[in-house]
Structures are given as structure tokens and as C-alpha cells.
């Protein structure tokens, strides 16, 4: 009679143990690199369940107390990996490092965060900033061997709570790297890791890296995942999935050849001569845009911020930073910014030269300018389509330098564009005003550094709002219809929610399914064992 239960309780057993993922520590594995050249990694695609995670471990490494490693019970770190943040506790929210949170990101909770399988990992914080991440040590590699190290990730950042849950306010609110310690330390500020450029990534996946090192004597490396949340934003999250590590060339033995010799200096706001257009008078650095260029390697390069670039070059960088090969960026100005100074009054016309009927000479208008239209930006995208998209009326534009306003202008819909000129060099703002029941849909103030001779051009769009159309208003459609956008608006609002609800109906299917098969399994092996027993 006793073997009846024990039967039971080892098929039991063996359908328990083959549902559950093994577990994989984040400690060095032995990892020898396939025939395409890959590093096994563990559980790279975060797809293990982290409920066989049992510590919760996380390395801290603290501005205050070092670096020490502890658990945090709402931090389930994945499976083959170890969590990793900086600590640096402060009043001010937007000046300190707190600690992440670390969860699972389901395919069936939002598909838009998962780029393969059925999961990816989240890191975030909630009205906080974080410098935060993942790393894991492999071993078992050839010491000299270059590898490669990269991931998928996108951000979501915003400070409110959007109903389709994507990004809001600064594009760059998140920054992305990948990198590699050679020597295998797992101190993520460590000067021996090697790190990618800054990488953005708001609500789509994009490749994070790669990185490149050697591996060090040892044969151990450490990869890292790493997000940084600039500001206290209420969401604050990083989703990564898919990482790789392969062997990028051969290794070479090394040889004892002299290094070459630094180059001579050569003067020039960059160690590497550069390309660049004719000396302005202003004396700022400009750069011409090369092939291969990003707005990011050229920050790099000149050792300034992106920001400073984007702001120097207001209207002239498009959307998602795109910039064109013979573009020229204002990478910099003079230490000292020529001031602003009132043009030269007209020369007072001379009686006796008038008497005798002779015509005083005019002078050609010198300085700068700045051009100005506004259009109605019927798709949201910040780009006009002139056969589409109409110039809108009465948009207030000013433009003001360090001295106040320089000159106002209010459009009508049908001269535009119009150019402020004879501007004196120097730093302006231009500043636009929407017309009553439009809202602008890119920065409605834009900075600019003019030379002498210098135009720069601006076209800014507006959408109209929700209280643009009243219900008594009459439309294109009929009189208080609502317009066509958002009639096809609601209509894609109503198709994502059907097709959220499939998705989440197929997923719930699968799984009954699964467990019926299960089920229908363990009746056929009693009901054979109850025949045998009887027989």
C-alpha cells in the first residue's frame, strides 16, 4: 500500500523541479567562448524567476560609509546577477543618490517593456534620482582576448501619470552605459572600467553599447548594466533585457614595442585638429560635421555638454538630436561674449549737400538676424509640412539679449517669415507665445549666440488643445462636431485597449492550458498505477 504515495510523490517531484528555473549565482563561472565567439553569461536574458534569488543582495557603494554589500528586501536581484547603487543621502531630492527598487517586467503587463521572451528586469525610483545597475563576473577567459560587451534597455521618465504610461518633460532624463572592468573588480567607480558614451533610450529599446576591453591577467571580467535618473522625476524607470558578451578579435600575444611618442601640441580647443568652417569674427569654436558624427561624440571630443551644443545651436539640431553631414555646431564661445551694443545711429544729413540736391548716401543694414514663422502642428512631430500644415496668426514672438527686450512681433498667418535684423552680436533669447487654444509642441524658448553677418532661422508649431474647440464651435466637420484628430485619437486609444485585452486573454489561456495538461498528466499515471495495484 506504501508504494502507491511514494509513486505520487516523486512524480510530484519531478514535475516541481522541471517548472523551476536553476539557480545561477553572479559569482565567476568558467566561461569558454562558443564558435561565433559568445561568453556564456548567466541568465542574460533575465528571464529566470528572481524568486529563486533568496538573498536580495546588493553592493553599495556609499559616499559616506564605502563600499559594503547587504540585502534589501525590495530589491529581487536577478538570477546570475548582483544589484549595484550609489548611496548619497540628501535633503534636496534632486541633489542626492538613493536606493533603487528592482522588480520583474512582464510581457502581459506592458509588451512595450520587454524586447524578447516573456520578461525583462526593471530598476527605478519613485520621486528620487538614482546611479544604479547590474553587474556580473566571468571567468574562465584567455587573458589578452578583446571583448565586447552590450544590452537593450529604454527608459520610462515622467512626473506625472500618463494614461498610455510614456515618457514625459526631458528626453535625456535617463542615461545609459555598459561597461567592463578587465581586472574583474565589481566596484562599478573603480578607474579600471571602461565605460560606453552616454546613451538615451525613452520607451523603445535600443542597443546600449558595445564597450570593448582586453581581459586582464587573470581571465576575469566583470560586466556592468548602469542607469542614471538626472532628476527626482515621480517615474524613474530602467528596463534592461538581452545582454551579450563575445570575443571581438583573437587574442595576439603581446610584444614590448615602444609606444609612439605624444603628438606635438598644437593649439586649438581640441587635442585632435577637426575640420571646421571660416573663423567667426566672434572668435567661438565651431564645428563641421563629419560622417560617423553624433551630437554626443562631439561633446565628448570637445570635453563640453550636449546641452551646451543643443543650446548654442537652438533650431538649427533637429529632432532626436539629428544633425547633417556639413552642418556647422557653435561648439563654444569667447570666454568673454561680445556684449550686446546699440547699433550706430544714421549719420545726420548735411543741409548745404540737400540744397544742392545731392542725395545722401544709405548704408547697407549690417549685424545679424534672426527669422521667425509659426505654423499649426497638426501631427505634434515639430517639423512642418508646408502642403499640410498652415502658418498660424497672432503668435507673439520676442527677442530679448542680457540688456532686456530687443523687439516684439505678432504674426499674421500670411507674410511670415519674418526676420529681426541689423541684431548687434551676441547671446539672445527667442521667446514665442501661443495664440488662446494652442499649446506649443517643441521649447517655446530657443538661445542662440549671433556673429556679424550671422541669420539664424526658427519655425515653431502649436497644436491646438482640448478647450480649443467649444461645443458650440462650429468645425470643418459641422457645428460642435469634434475634429477628425480626435476621432482618430479616441479610435487608437480604443484599439490599444482591445488589444491589451487579447493579449492579456491569450496569456490567461496558455497558462490554463498548461495546467490542465498537468493536471490530465498526473490522472493518467494514478489511474495507471490504481490497475496495476488491482491486477
Same mark, same amino acid.
Given at each position: ?16 523541479l ?21 561568453v ?13 534569488e ?41 541633489k ?22 516573456k ?15 547590474f ?14 560587451f ?12 500618463p ?16 561597461g ?32 570593448t ?16 535618473a ?15 558578451? %563575445?570575443?571581438?578579435? /583573437? !587574442?595576439?600575444? #603581446? @610584444?614590448? =614595442? +615602444?609606444?609612439p611618442? $605624444? &603628438?606635438? *601640441? ?20 565651431v ?42 555646431? %557653435?561648439?563654444?564661445? /569667447? !570666454?568673454?561674449? #561680445? @556684449?550686446? =551694443? +546699440?547699433?550706430?545711429? $544714421? &549719420?545726420? *544729413? ?53 540688456s ?9 498667418? %500670411? ?19 501661443s ?43 459641422g ?7 480626435a ?49
Amino acid at each position: 500500500m506504501t508504494r502507491k504515495p511514494i509513486a505520487v510523490a516523486v512524480l510530484l517531484m519531478m514535475t516541481l523541479l522541471g517548472m523551476m528555473p536553476v539557480l545561477s549565482l553572479a559569482g565567476p563561472s568558467a566561461s569558454r567562448p562558443g564558435q561565433d565567439g559568445t561568453v556564456p553569461l548567466s541568465n542574460a536574458d533575465f528571464e529566470a524567476d528572481w524568486s529563486v534569488e533568496s538573498s536580495n543582495r546588493v553592493l553599495i557603494l556609499s559616499d559616506e560609509d564605502g563600499v559594503y554589500e547587504t540585502v534589501r528586501g525590495n530589491i529581487f536581484t536577478p538570477p546570475g546577477w548582483v544589484t549595484w547603487f550609489r548611496h548619497k543621502p540628501r535633503d534636496d531630492a534632486s541633489k542626492g543618490w538613493d536606493q533603487p527598487e528592482v522588480t520583474d517586467a512582464w510581457m502581459h503587463q506592458d509588451a512595450r517593456r520587454v524586447r524578447s521572451g516573456k520578461k525583462a528586469i526593471k530598476l527605478f525610483t519613485f520621486w528620487r534620482r538614482h546611479d544604479a545597475g547590474f553587474f556580473q563576473t566571468v571567468g574562465g577567459l584567455e587573458p589578452g582576448q578583446t571583448v565586447q560587451f552590450s544590452a537593450y534597455a529604454q527608459a520610462w521618465t515622467c512626473d506625472e501619470d500618463p494614461k498610455d504610461a510614456t515618457s514625459c518633460g526631458d528626453p535625456q532624463a535617463m542615461i545609459f552605459q555598459v561597461g567592463i572592468d578587465p581586472q574583474g573588480g565589481t566596484n562599478a567607480f573603480s578607474g579600471s572600467v571602461v565605460w560606453s558614451p552616454h546613451q538615451f533610450s525613452p520607451d523603445v529599446h535600443s542597443l546600449i553599447g558595445p564597450v570593448t576591453a582586453q581581459v586582464g591577467p587573470g581571465g576575469t571580467v566583470t560586466v556592468f548594466l548602469r542607469s542614471t535618473a538626472k532628476f527626482p522625476y515621480k517615474h524613474m524607470d530602467a528596463y534592461w533585457d538581452g545582454a551579450s558578451l %563575445v570575443v571581438a578579435a /583573437p !587574442s595576439e600575444t #603581446p @610584444t614590448n =614595442t +615602444p609606444e609612439p611618442l $605624444p &603628438p606635438t *601640441p598644437t593649439p586649438g580647443p581640441s587635442p585632435t585638429p577637426l575640420p571646421t568652417a571660416t573663423p567667426r569674427p566672434d572668435g567661438a569654436t565651431v564645428h563641421v560635421v563629419q560622417s560617423g558624427d553624433t551630437l554626443f561624440g562631439i561633446a565628448l571630443r570637445y570635453d563640453v555638454s550636449a546641452d551646451q551644443i543643443r543650446q548654442l545651436n537652438a533650431g538649427s539640431i533637429g529632432a532626436d538630436n539629428l544633425i547633417r553631414i556639413g552642418q556647422e555646431l %557653435v561648439i563654444s564661445l /569667447p !570666454s568673454e561674449a #561680445p @556684449t550686446a =551694443t +546699440p547699433l550706430p545711429q $544714421p &549719420p545726420t *544729413p548735411d543741409p548745404e549737400t540737400e540744397s544742392a540736391g545731392e542725395a545722401a548716401p544709405t548704408e547697407e543694414p549690417s549685424g545679424a538676424s534672426i527669422c521667425v514663422l509659426a505654423f499649426h502642428d497638426r501631427n505634434g512631430d515639430t517639423v512642418r509640412d508646408p502642403e499640410k500644415e498652415e502658418l498660424l496668426p497672432n503668435v507673439e514672438f520676442t527677442v530679448a539679449n542680457a540688456s532686456g527686450v530687443v523687439s516684439e512681433y505678432v504674426t499674421d498667418g %500670411v507674410s511670415e517669415p519674418y526676420c529681426f535684423t541689423a541684431l548687434a552680436p551676441g547671446p539672445y533669447r527667442v521667446i514665442e507665445q501661443s495664440p488662446a487654444g494652442y499649446t506649443p509642441t517643441g521649447l517655446p524658448e530657443q538661445n542662440v549666440a549671433l556673429a556679424e553677418g550671422t541669420s539664424f532661422d526658427f519655425q515653431f508649431g502649436s497644436a491646438r488643445t482640448d478647450a480649443g474647440v467649444s461645443s458650440g464651435e462650429t468645425t470643418e466637420e459641422g457645428e460642435g462636431a469634434p475634429s477628425s484628430e480626435a476621432v482618430t485619437a479616441d479610435e487608437d486609444n480604443e484599439e490599444n485597449e482591445r488589444s491589451l485585452f487579447s493579449r492579456i486573454l491569450v496569456n490567461v489561456a496558455r497558462v490554463a492550458g498548461i495546467l490542465v495538461l498537468i493536471l490530465a498528466g498526473a490522472i493518467a499515471v494514478l489511474f495507471v498505477l490504481t490497475r496495476r495495484r488491482r491486477y
